[in-house]
């Protein structure tokens, strides 16, 4: 390169030399022709320094092409070097190694350490804080006080009510004093009655022996048998014994009505006797409510734990008239945590009591922490247009380094193998040069939907749903080979209801859809025994495939140099690899996952400035 620089200059120089001669003769032949042709021509010739202006002009020319052969130069030089150096550079590529080994999928989230049980502790009455006996991180058993209210107006309430009681009691004493006065009253009345009773009844015998003797005495008197004076005597006696009988009849009545009114006056003193005992029963539920307000004034822990939060200040008033004011938070058990965490609703589906997670939190960085996954929230959670869940966790926290309100940044486990093929996402994302954003090649498309058919039904290694309920559910030799028809007939009607595309309504395909699913689930029931339909889960079926597999495209260096592409079919993939389950890969080969030059530059339309002409 440097050689053809020297050669360069030289052969610059000897044209700008050839230019400098051409101009010098240039200049000598006119001035030779100017003499010769002066004095025949007889014209006037200019003076000798009216011919100096003539020099500028050539001096401005051969500045200009001594500059403009410099740029030639320039100009070759360069487009000789970037010529060179493309002849020269031989791309160069960062190589990585096939390998077998665990993969595990998670579904990262963040959420809130909290206790699993947190207790707000408030005040069922209103008054002034007088003493407080709890504080920050303090310990506290279940019914100790941690504050008191000031209990003066509720135990004079109490005084007051412990009065009203005490009056009320005095009442019954008088009330039960009136009703067996009462009483009393009744019976001498019914005593009376008797008595009169007895009387009329004397006083109708003397009324039918009266009138004997006025018949008789009649009877007498017609036969002349006794004197008129005998039956107007018997007649006197006669009409005598019928008035005793009427007077005996009223008082009798007198008697009875006397009887009635005394009952009557007993049955309202039963009745003042009654609400006399009510008044006694109110004034003790009055006196036990001041009782209860005055034991409220002590607030006492409702759980044994750490006090985590006061709320409250000595002197303070508090009012709970609408609703308890918060005093205090106590975390029950802070060696048992839970994290709450926002779960998106592209990942919910993926997500399943028991499964195991890890998180982190920015105060102990480097150190993992465990927990598994307790509960899956059906309520969403919808924040601009973003749908989440609610997933709890649980952890064990027996050092008590977690806290509550920490963030935690937590990875939920939804997949996990032992032992699979699998590259480097890097070599899933590296193109060559010139076919950055480009798909694979054009035979890539079919390779990749072979890759991705459904099995003949005779079950093929690699099917995820298939993978996981051997996995999970034990399934033995025979379970197998029944399920192998099950899945691939379930696959089958899933892509034809898919292959109607507009033609069936959105709506009626997912109907149809779920009828497959469900269909094919109560099927794969039945192969089951009582123990592997308890822990299997209609989420094993329902996991659309599209999120489980999809094609992918690796590189690697061919026969005569050249990077050559490899369609495959991806499985499982976490940060760093992605797993292979089908695709013309083995252990321990070497695939492109990055350059380690740049690309010759291009310039215009992809022509590099080799190709520029002079």
Same mark, same amino acid.
């Given at each position: ?10 052969? *610059? ?6 230019i400098?001669?051409?101009d010098s003769?240039?200049r ?16 006037f010739d200019?003076?000798?320094?009216q ?26 030089a360069t ?17 990585a190694?096939v390998?077998?080994g665990?993969?595990t999928?998670t579904v990262?989230?963040?959420g809130t350490?909290?206790?699993?049980i ?17 504080d ?9 006080l ?5 209990? /003066?107006i ?6 007051q009510a412990?009065a009203?009681?005490?009056a009320?009691?005095a009442?019954?004493l008088?009330?039960?004093?009136l009703?067996?006065r009462?009483?009393?009253?009744v ?9 009169g ?6 006083a ?6 009266a009138?004997?003797?006025l018949v008789?005495?009649?009877?007498l ?16 006696t ?12 009223a008082?009798?009545?007198a ?17 003042q ?5 009510a008044q006694?029963?109110?004034?003790k539920a ?16 409702p759980v044994?734990?750490?006090?985590? @939060?006061?709320?409250?200040?000595? $002197? ?5 008239? !609408?609703q ?9 058990d ?14 919910? $589906? ?7 997670a ?7 960085r ?13 309520a969403p959670q919808?924040?601009?247009n973003?749908t ?10 027996? /050092? ?23 590259v480097?996402?890097a ?6 040069a *010139?076919?950055e954003? +480009?798909a694979?090649?054009?035979? $890539? ?8 058919e459904?099995?003949?039904g005779?079950?093929?290694?690699g ?19 029944? !399920?192998?028809?099950?899945l691939? +007939? ?12 507009k033609a ?6 997912r109907?149809?859809q ?11 029931? /039945?192969?089951?025994?009582k ?5 299997? /889960? ?11 597999e ?6 690697v260096l ?6 050559k592409?490899?369609i495959?079919?991806?499985?499982l993939?976490d940060?760093?690899?992605?797993e292979?389950l ?6 321990g080969?070497q695939?492109i996952?990055?350059s380690?030059e ?9 022509? @590099? @400035?080799?190709?520029l002409?002079?």
């Amino acid at each position: 390169m440097a050689g053809r620089r020297v050669r360069l200059a030289e052969v *610059g120089e000897q044209a700008v030399e050839s230019i400098e001669r051409r101009d010098s003769l240039n200049r000598v032949d006119g001035v030779l022709d100017g003499v010769s042709a002066g004095p025949r021509a007889g014209r006037f010739d200019p003076p000798a320094h009216q011919n100096l202006p003539l020099q500028h002009p050539t001096a401005t020319r051969r500045r200009f092409l001594i500059l403009l052969v410099i740029a030639v130069l320039a100009v070759v030089a360069t487009a000789a070097w970037f010529q060179t150096q493309g002849r020269s550079a031989t791309p160069k590529y960062r190589f990585a190694t096939v390998e077998k080994g665990p993969l595990t999928a998670t579904v990262s989230a963040t959420g809130t350490l909290n206790p699993v049980i947190t207790v707000q502790v408030g005040s069922q009455v209103s008054g002034q804080i007088k003493e407080l006996f709890a504080d920050f991180n303090s310990q506290v058993k279940k019914d100790q006080l941690i504050a008191r209210i000031d209990p /003066e107006i509720f135990q004079t309430r109490v005084n007051q009510a412990q009065a009203d009681l005490e009056a009320a009691e005095a009442t019954i004493l008088n009330q039960e004093a009136l009703v067996e006065r009462t009483r009393a009253d009744v019976e001498n009345a019914r005593a009376a009655l008797a008595v009169g009773k007895a009387q009329t009844a004397k006083a109708e015998v003397a009324v039918l022996d009266a009138k004997r003797d006025l018949v008789r005495k009649t009877e007498l008197l017609n036969k002349g048998l006794v004197a008129q004076s005998d039956r107007d005597t018997s007649q006197a006696t006669h009409d005598s014994a019928v008035a005793q009988f009427e007077a005996n009849r009223a008082q009798e009545d007198a008697l009875a009505a006397a009887v009635r009114s005394s009952a009557a006056q007993l049955r309202v003193a039963d009745a003042q006797l009654k609400t006399a005992h009510a008044q006694v029963r109110q004034k003790k539920a009055g006196l036990d409510q001041a009782q209860v307000d005055l034991d409220h004034t002590a607030i006492r822990a409702p759980v044994d734990g750490v006090v985590v @939060s006061r709320n409250v200040d000595v $002197g303070q008033t508090v009012a709970a008239s !609408l609703q308890a004011p918060t005093l205090f938070t106590i975390a029950q058990d802070l060696t048992r945590m839970q994290v709450d965490t926002n779960v998106d609703e592209a990942d919910i $589906g993926r997500i399943r009591s028991g499964q195991r997670a890890t998180f982190t939190v920015d105060s102990f960085r480097g150190e993992t922490f465990s927990g598994k996954v307790i509960q899956i929230r059906q309520a969403p959670q919808v924040i601009q247009n973003v749908t989440t869940y609610d997933v709890v966790l649980s952890a064990q926290n027996q /050092e008590l380094k977690l806290r509550p309100g920490m963030t935690a940044n937590v990875r939920l486990v939804v997949d996990q193998k032992s032992s699979v093929l699998k590259v480097p996402n890097a070599a899933l994302r590296f193109r060559p040069a *010139g076919v950055e954003g +480009e798909a694979p090649p054009s035979r $890539g498309k079919a390779q990749a939907a072979a890759l991705l058919e459904p099995g003949d039904g005779a079950g093929r290694s690699g099917d995820p749903i298939r993978d996981r309920l051997v996995r999970e559910l034990d399934l033995t030799d025979e379970q197998q080979r029944k !399920l192998d028809p099950i899945l691939s +007939e379930r696959q089958e009607k899933l892509a034809a209801v898919q292959a109607g595309g507009k033609a069936v309504a959105k709506a009626e395909r997912r109907s149809q859809q779920q009828n497959i699913r469900d269909a094919a689930r109560e099927k794969i029931m /039945e192969l089951l025994t009582k123990e592997q339909r308890a822990r299997f /889960e209609p989420s094993m079926v329902d996991q659309p495939a599209a999120r489980r597999e999809r094609s992918g495209s690796v590189w690697v260096l061919g026969p005569d140099g050249e990077p050559k592409a490899i369609i495959v079919r991806l499985g499982l993939a976490d940060a760093n690899a992605t797993e292979i389950l089908e695709g013309e890969l083995s252990e321990g080969q070497q695939v492109i996952v990055g350059s380690t030059e740049r690309p010759a530059p291009r310039t215009g339309r992809g022509q @590099s @400035s080799s190709s520029l002409k002079l």
